[in-house]
Nanobody, 123 residues
Framework: QVQLLESGGGLVQSGGPLRLSCAAS????????MGWFPQAPWKEREFVAA?????VYADSVKGRFTISRDNAKNTVYLQMNSLKPEDTDVYYC???????????????????WGQGTQVTVSS
């Protein structure tokens, strides 16, 4: 059973950077599409970025966020720059272990989820 563990969240000032990491167990990590989905308590999870071979981004984060992966370390990263207070959320890492080509930009395309890491951006 693949497990996902996020890290790197914290408190940062508006305009600052933060890098999230998501470490996955399992031998076939390189086959999975990976995504990041922030969620506020009163909202549904939103898509910000995903990657299989190259990154896919929500319009709201293009030019600010960069998703990358290191298959040798079974880890996916989300580099977040120019953070805004509205980026404050719990950020969840997700893995799609089912599909082989398509990269989904909705939570329903992912079957495994981490516990989340809190990102707070102060104004």
């Amino acid at each position: 059973q693949v497990q996902l563990l996020e890290s790197g969240g914290g408190l940062v000032q508006s305009g600052g950077p933060l890098r999230l990491s998501c470490a996955a167990s399992g031998r076939t990590f390189s086959n999975y599409a990976m995504g990041w989905f922030p969620q506020a308590p009163w909202k549904e999870r939103e898509f910000v970025a995903a990657i299989r071979w190259s990154g896919v981004y929500a319009d709201s984060v293009k030019g600010r966020f960069t998703i990358s992966r290191d298959n040798a370390k079974n880890t996916v990263y989300l580099q977040m720059n120019s953070l805004k207070p509205e980026d404050t959320d719990v950020y969840y890492c997700a893995a799609d272990t089912v599909h082989t080509i398509r990269v989904f930009t909705t939570p329903t395309g992912y079957d495994l989820w981490g516990q989340g890491t809190q990102v707070t951006v102060s104004s």
